[in-house]
């Protein structure tokens, strides 16, 4: 059964940084593409990232320039390094694979961001 497990979420001040982390498990994670959700109080549930199984990265233009989205395969996990972090970054954020046309989510962690 495939499980994914985000950590590293948190307070922090405009202009601060934080990596979360994602460990998944039950699934090739190497085979597969990984993707990082953010979703804000009111507001529908946006893509802010993306890697391939290969590495190619890409990302929702908000976070262009200070988010970075990386892999360790050989741990299963999925990172997501945030730079120059605004208030408006304050959201759960979760991370997502699509495994044998099954969607999975890990449980989200609570990023905010206080001016």
């Known amino acids: 059964q495939v499980q994914l497990v985000e950590s590293g979420g948190g307070l922090v001040q405009a202009g601060g940084s934080l990596r979360l982390s994602c460990a998944a498990s039950?699934?090739?994670?190497?085979?597969?593409?990984m993707y990082w959700y953010r979703q804000a109080p009111g507001k529908q549930r946006e893509l802010v990232a993306r890697?391939?199984?290969?590495?190619?990265?890409n990302y929702a233009d908000p976070v262009k320039g200070r988010f970075t989205v990386s892999r360790d395969n050989a741990k299963s996990t999925v990172y997501l390094q945030m730079n120059s972090l605004k208030p408006e970054d304050t959201a759960v954020y979760s991370c997502?694979?699509?495994?044998?046309?099954?969607?999975?989510w890990g449980q989200g962690t609570q990023v905010t961001v206080s001016s």
């Open positions: 039950g699934l090739s994670f190497s085979l597969h593409s």
């Open positions: 997502n694979v699509l495994s044998e046309d099954r969607n999975y």
């Open positions: 890697i391939s199984s290969g590495g190619s990265t």
